[in-house]
Structures are given as structure tokens and as C-alpha cells.
């Protein structure tokens, strides 16, 4: 029976190919023969340069691209192998990417009076890329459609039906998109101010994918409209796991993790006060460890990160790393990064960017 820990790597490598296995440096190759796990991620070098790397569980890096600007969130095609990085918000760039090296990149922009939030995810046979989109005019969030069929030129778009919406990913029948629609309303002219605070529309939207209709909108309930829904992921069950920054005054508490399925209320952990103020009310990313039966949550404010056990709500294990903010699955529990340059177990002089997603 086939090691589940080496699984992911050897599906990777037979996407990559062994040619390309071959064209690496040897300390790249070494590492990737002993890794389980592959992920890209973006850094920024000591230059103030700004790349996309592929590396490993451990923190290795395999090999590294250059991208246009600073990137935010990325996603990966499980169909094609693609990989994709979107620009922080306010930028209007994608860089579509092979981690192989394969293809060339292809790099798109937003159309006129549109920026990326940083996120999005493709369709489930492949064909299409989703993005969140600002429709800064009118101050709506927007769906982006992008053909991955024909060079991802633009397709079409849909509403998010809330405001700044930020992440969202795929429920598992493919049919409709989870958006986390942060409710701060941004504009590019004003760069990355948050212009409406004390009027807030926090939500979080099901949006079938086909006619872009409304199936489900759960708002932020009236106490808790300050707090900003913005990453989302969804565990073994196919219930939707969210994590939250808090927009209030600095005292409050609020719960910062909750989750909700199709048809259900939403529902909030409630954390011990000791991690709760670790938190400082600020969630960076959040990330379902589908085996195991885990979520975890980051704060880069709070330099901390906290495991819950899915099954009880409760909290299993905090760990502290400053400025940590990348969170992702891992063969066994998740990998961590940090702006201050530790990814997995290894320190490098790169500032690691805010995401990091298995490949």
C-alpha cells in the first residue's frame, strides 16, 4: 500500500516530469527527492524584488520565478497543474504559471475601473479562472471569469452580492463558489484605506457558478458588523470553515473562526481568552487539514497560530513565530510562513508573502 505522506509528492513529480527533475540544481533535487509535499508561495528578496518559489514542507526552495509586483493569494489547477498569483489589492495583475517551467507565463490584467483582492480558484474541470474583483465605481464586489482555454482571456463576470470581497474557493460539487465579502469598502484613488468603517457589510455568499444567481447570503449578524470575513476553506464534510479580521475597538473580543454548511447558520469558536488575545483580532489565513480533521487559523498581528480540533471546537496547540501569516495543509498538520523569513523549519533572507498553497 502506497505511503499516504509521499502521495502529494510523487503526484507532483508526475506532473513535472522527470526532465525537469533533472534540470535543477543539486541541492534542489536532493530536496525535493526527500520532501512529501510541494507548495509555491511568494517572497520578497533583499533587493525588493518580488518572486513566486516552489518549495517544500521543510521550507527548501526548488526553484523561483519572477513576477510583475508583490503578490497576495495563489491557487493551483488540479486538472492542468497550473498554478496562479494574484496581485495585492489593488493591483490589477494574474501571473498564470507551470511550476515545471513547462509554459511560459501568462500574465493578465483587470479590465478598465477593476483591481484583484489577491484571490481566487478554478473551475473543477479546469476550463475556467475565477476571481474576486473590485467594481470600485460602483462599489460592488465582481466575479471575474477567465478562459483557461484561450489563453485566459476575460469570459464574463458575476456579483458577489456584498462588498470587498477577498477569498472564496470551490464547494465540492463544483457548483457554486463560498466568497468571503469582507464588507470595507476600498478605492485605488485612496490606495488601501478603508473608507467605511463604522458602516460595514460583512458577509459571506454561495453563488452558483453557471448563472451566477444568489443561492445563499449569511451577513455578519448586528454586534459583529465590524468583523471582516476574509479567508475561507472547507474540511471533509464539505462545511466551510472562515476566519475573520476585526475592525472595532481594540478591547472588544470577538470570535475571530467559525463555520457554516449549505442550509445551516453560521456558528463561531469560541477561543480560551489567553489565545483569544494571542489573536490580537486578527485572522491572516485559515487552513483545513482534511485527514487529520484540523483547522488551523494565523495571526501575523499576534504572532501566533492556533490547531482546532474540528470534531470539538477545542484548541489543540498554539505556536508562536513572528509576523507568521502563510498556513497551509500539510502530509502532517500544516506549514507555516513568515514575513520574517522562516517557511516550514528553515530560515532564509527573503520575506515570505501571505499565502502558501499545496501544489
Given at each position: 500500500m502506497r505511503s499516504p505522506e509521499l502521495t502529494d509528492r510523487r503526484a507532483f513529480l508526475k506532473m513535472a516530469g522527470a526532465a525537469w527533475a533533472a534540470t535543477l540544481a543539486s541541492g534542489a533535487r536532493f530536496a525535493l527527492a526527500k520532501a512529501d509535499a510541494v507548495f509555491a508561495t511568494a517572497y520578497q528578496s533583499r533587493s525588493g524584488d518580488f518572486f513566486v518559489a516552489t518549495v517544500t514542507e521543510a521550507g527548501e526552495l526548488i526553484n523561483s520565478a519572477p513576477l510583475p509586483a508583490r503578490s497576495h493569494g495563489m491557487s493551483v489547477c488540479s486538472v492542468t497543474g497550473q498554478a496562479v498569483a494574484f496581485a495585492r489589492r489593488p493591483g490589477t495583475y494574474a501571473m498564470i504559471f507551470s511550476p515545471d517551467r513547462s509554459a511560459a507565463p501568462i500574465v493578465l490584467t483587470t479590465p478598465p475601473e477593476r483591481h484583484f483582492f489577491g484571490h481566487g480558484c478554478f473551475s473543477r474541470d479546469?476550463?475556467?479562472?475565477?476571481?474576486?474583483?473590485?467594481?470600485?465605481?460602483?462599489?460592488?464586489?465582481?466575479?471575474?471569469?477567465?478562459?483557461?482555454?484561450?489563453?485566459?482571456?476575460?469570459?464574463?463576470?458575476f456579483p458577489t452580492y456584498g462588498i470587498g470581497p477577498h477569498d472564496m474557493t470551490l464547494l465540492n460539487d463544483g457548483r457554486m463558489l463560498v466568497i468571503a465579502n469582507g464588507g470595507i469598502e476600498t478605492h485605488p484613488d485612496f490606495g488601501r484605506t478603508k473608507l467605511n468603517l463604522s458602516q460595514m457589510q460583512p458577509s459571506l455568499t454561495l453563488v452558483d457558478t453557471d448563472s451566477g444567481a444568489l443561492i445563499e447570503k449569511h451577513a455578519m449578524p448586528d454586534h459583529l458588523r465590524q468583523l471582516s470575513t476574509r479567508h475561507v476553506d472547507m474540511d471533509a464534510?464539505?462545511?466551510?470553515?472562515?476566519?475573520?479580521?476585526?475592525?472595532?475597538?481594540?478591547?472588544?473580543?470577538?470570535?475571530?473562526?467559525?463555520?457554516?454548511?449549505?442550509?445551516?447558520?453560521?456558528?463561531?469558536?469560541?477561543?480560551?481568552?489567553?489565545?483569544?488575545?494571542?489573536?490580537?483580532?486578527?485572522?491572516?489565513?485559515?487552513a483545513v487539514n482534511r485527514r487529520e480533521n484540523l483547522v488551523a487559523a494565523s495571526s501575523p498581528k499576534g504572532g501566533v497560530s492556533v490547531i482546532i480540533d474540528i470534531a470539538t471546537g477545542t484548541v489543540r496547540e498554539t505556536q508562536q513565530l513572528a509576523q507568521v501569516c502563510g498556513l497551509s495543509a500539510a502530509p502532517r498538520g500544516f506549514i507555516t510562513s513568515s514575513n520574517e523569513g522562516t517557511l516550514g523549519k528553515t530560515l532564509s533572507a527573503v520575506a515570505w508573502d501571505q499565502h502558501i498553497v499545496q501544489i
Open positions: 479546469g476550463k475556467l479562472l475565477y476571481a474576486t474583483e473590485n467594481d470600485f465605481a460602483a462599489n460592488r464586489g465582481m466575479i471575474g471569469i477567465y478562459d483557461a482555454t484561450d489563453g485566459f482571456s476575460r469570459k464574463g463576470e464534510k464539505g462545511r466551510i470553515w472562515f476566519a475573520c479580521q476585526y475592525e472595532g475597538p481594540r478591547n472588544d473580543r470577538p470570535p475571530l473562526i467559525g463555520s457554516f454548511g449549505h442550509g445551516d447558520p453560521l456558528t463561531f469558536i469560541t477561543l480560551p481568552e489567553t489565545t483569544a488575545d494571542a489573536m490580537a483580532n486578527y485572522c491572516g489565513a485559515i
